[in-house]
């Protein structure tokens, strides 16, 4: 904001001295802001906490039997074993016959943008207008009165989720990073300091959105456009550099090419949807012929025919545990698509893409699991943790933050009562920043929604 | 898929061979009627058929022995509701602009007719592919039979609804024509012109022409009708076109003769009616119609709010097959959902079921165990209602049978059911536990699937002399 207005002071001053010639210095660069509407999240009061006597999954792979780890200051103090060192006057929590992780991290989510309940009215997530919209941000259409948010922490044990725009458009607008705690405003959810995302899209969906309205109709078409696209945006990131470099007037300013030049400067991370294995290894070229990286590629069906490939070029893949077969591009889906990407040394991540399934990730991520050791891969339960906590998190560029129990990491924590790859299991308290912001054992640690008020069944279990 | 699908056709065909005895001996066997497991208990199978299960159940002297030490032992997982069998790729070829419109699905699903004349008429079996990939995978994780209703398309009567099993051969009906399928929520509105009560005046002048017909309806018990012009022989009571060209009907009809026609049964109490409603008052409404119609034999299906009504519900005999996972105010039909719904419709007396209502219903029945566990898991927290282990089971086996009155012959390891068995490797209600074998009517299935040949094509990347395409 104030930036912004010395911009427009300095225009002024210009127009102002256009009867008197100025020198012949050119005026300097103005820095556009880059985060208009920034977070004002903060984490909430927490105490002293110690939890002792649990099974702890760390989120890197690491297993602790009758562990103990200690909270405070919305940070992870401490993790190890029964001889860790305990401060005095914690708040203590048995965790005998439970299981402790780090919060789940959810990277594909449509809550808020597609909240419930599901009115046209509230369906926000897909600006499908045109096919290359990467001026539109997921955060304008977050709602956070969704209901989904409190059942994805409840059930979930969600701490952080990703929520992008639809895949309808080839360049479908920024993501944003949300804490998943309730706020009465989207900035209040809004992860600090988590960078942006952009979602893009190959497939069946720009070109079915599309294909009547003008196209792109086809696959070859979705590719023209994407690259034409980039090439804009190359040109854009150009004439801005210039700029920045040697002052002068202003660029005109695109909002749509702003984002693009934020992946170009290795600022915003691409999200990209797509199923087929013969698509992503089109836009991994593609990527390379555009000078960006690909931070993980969603959905993913077919990752498993090119986990090699996903492997060598470092690319993260985003996939559920058994969807399949709803439309063409997901045909081939396979059970083992989770194990097996990570069998090959590539990152895997469970993500839900749906406001259910972001409730039950650590079931899915049971599912794959199982379905790899009946393949022949055997990893350990801890070993599979890390496709909910630390995979997810470098997909997010918040690595640093959280998505693991080491010391001195966002204190974002889930106690379950029982192991968490299990159906039976539901979270028994989630922390998030060190603040509790849910627990089973007390009604009054539940979230429940401004529209959920005075409706049948507020505050209910859920 | 087809040569074991012709396999298995041969098998079934050759009967002496199913004469054979099955004893499954050793495992943990739950009957799915409701009761716990039991510790080292055997089933055994003849003629396609359970002789009985339990501790020490004595094993035939000729039956093959399968042993299952250390595995959980259940009868096949009956979907309470389902679209099995009637599309194989939901969405693939166009659809109208943004998500939920009607579809055109270059002819690999058939599960709603938005656009055909015909509603209540419909009959879903010749849409059923028992080929459908769907089938296998679900085949492949314990679904050994699923109810089966289609899609309301231009009416608030969807058709008739089959019971189907998922056995890899040609022949997948159990029950034909067993259920009437009908939308009186919010679905209902949409399909009735725009409002509930539109809807209500809909179903009722649809019972009022049913009951003009329901005069000429030929008698079923009579075999004496020649198979000629429009007078087929007709042995099914709820054939549609039961109805002969004489009847006279008024001049203020809505219905096509076919889809009044196929209102008689439902009408007659035949046929059962699932009725498909979530919100509280909307199933209030339902209780009502069984005053008004008092032969209608009704089911609830979805009851996403049930719990708010639970005791009505239980009063009234109804059984309900709901969605467990619904805890979402994902309309305004759904404001009180919570996993807690099913428990406590149980606890209340209500007789429930678990289906899939939802867009999980084409390909993820395999997921109701999942669900049933959670509901069981529900027990460690606070505040919340679970269900037993034995209940939940039944949930997902005998109670959907029960639901459309098949109980005496699907759904239960009781003597006389018919021989639809699986072994897992643990649990079943634990998405760890996977499938060792199947069995449905007494005929070992096989496990194979697409997915299991992809996953073996592509379970080793390393190249080879040849590409992947020669890997099978």
Known sequence: ?462 | MIRSALAALLITAAAPLSAQSVAIVGGTVALGDGSEPIQNANVVIRNGKIVGAGYNYPVPRDAEIIDARGKWVTPGIVAGFSRLGLAEVDLSMHEEEGAGGSQDTAGSADDSTPNGPFSAAIDVVPAINPLNTTIAVNRADGVTRAVVAPNAGRSIFAGQGAVIDLGADMDPVTARRRFQFVELGQAGAEHAGGSRASAHVLFRNALREASELQRYAVSVSSNAIPEQGEDPVIKDPNESRLIGPNAKRSEDVMLTRFDAAALVPVLQGKQYLLVHVERASDILQVLRLKREFPNLKLVIVGATEGWTVADKIAASGIPVIASAANDLPASFEQLAATWSNVGRMRNAGVKVSIGMIDDNDTRYLFNERQYAGNLVGLARVPGATAVSWGDAMAMLTSAPAAAVGLEGQIGSLKAGRRGDVVIWNGDPLEMTSNVDAVWIDGVKQPLETRQTKLRDRYRDLTPNTLPEAYRR
Not at chain 1, 57 to 70: K, L, P, R, S, Y
Not at chain 1, 445 to 450: E, K, N, T
């Open chain 1, 1 to 462: 904001m104030i930036r912004g207005a010395i911009a427009s002071l300095a225009l002024l001053a210009l127009v102002g001295c256009a009867n008197n010639p100025p020198p012949k210095k050119k005026a300097a660069p103005v820095r556009i802001n880059e985060d208009p509407y920034p977070s004002t999240y903060h984490a909430y009061p927490g105490t002293l906490t110690v939890i002792r006597g649990a099974t702890i999954f760390d989120g890197e792979g690491g297993q602790i039997d009758n562990g103990t780890i200690v909270l405070a200051d919305g940070a992870i103090q401490a993790v190890g074993g029964a001889d860790t060192p305990v401060p005095a006057g914690a708040y203590e929590v048995d965790g005998h016959g439970k299981w402790v992780t780090p919060g789940v991290i959810d990277v594909h989510s449509h809550l808020g943008d597609y909240p419930s309940p599901g009115t046209s009215s509230l369906s926000d997530g897909n600006e499908a207008t045109g096919p290359v919209r990467p001026e539109v941000w997921a955060e304008h259409s977050v709602w956070p009165q969704d209901a989904g948010f409190s059942r994805a922490l409840a059930n979930g044990g969600i701490t952080t989720l990703q929520v992008l725009p639809g895949s309808a458009n080839l360049f479908g607008g920024r993501s944003v990073v949300l804490k998943n705690v309730p706020a009465r405003t989207v900035q209040g959810m809004k992860f600090p300091g988590a960078p942006y995302g952009l979602k893009m899209a190959c497939g069946e969906n720009p070109k079915r959105v599309y294909g009547q309205k003008g196209g792109p109709q086809t696959r070859m078409g979705n590719i023209a456009v994407t690259r034409a696209t980039w090439l804009k945006a190359q040109s854009y990131k150009r004439k801005w550099e210039k700029y920045e470099r040697d002052g002068g007037d202003m660029p005109e300013r695109d909002l749509a090419m702003d984002t693009l030049r934020g992946v170009l400067d290795g600022k915003i991370l691409v999200h990209n949807h797509c199923y087929r294995a013969d698509e992503m290894a089109i836009m991994i070229d593609l990527s390379h012929e555009m000078g960006y990286k690909i931070t993980a590629f969603h959905h993913a069906v077919e990752a498993y025919k090119i986990a090699d490939l996903l492997q060598k070029e470092g690319i993260c893949a985003a996939m559920w545990a058994d969807w399949w077969g709803f439309k063409m591009e997901a045909y081939d889906g396979i059970k083992e698509n989770i194990p097996f990407v990570d069998k090959a040394g590539a990152c895997a991540i469970v993500h839900s893409d749906d406001p259910n399934g972001i409730q039950h990730l650590n079931q899915e991520a049971a599912k794959a699991l199982a379905d790899g050791r009946r393949a022949g891969y055997n990893i350990t339960d801890a070993s599979a943790w890390r496709w909910l906590a630390i995979n997810p998190a470098k997909a997010l560029g918040i690595a640093d933050k959280t998505g693991s129990l080491k010391q001195g990491k966002m204190a974002d924590v889930v106690l379950w009562n029982g192991n968490p790859l299990s159906t039976y299991t539901r979270p028994d308290k989630v922390w998030i920043d060190g603040a509790m912001m849910y627990d089973a054992e007390n009604p009054r640690i539940r979230p429940v929604s401004d529209f959920e008020l005075g409706q049948p069944g507020e505050g209910d279990v859920k």
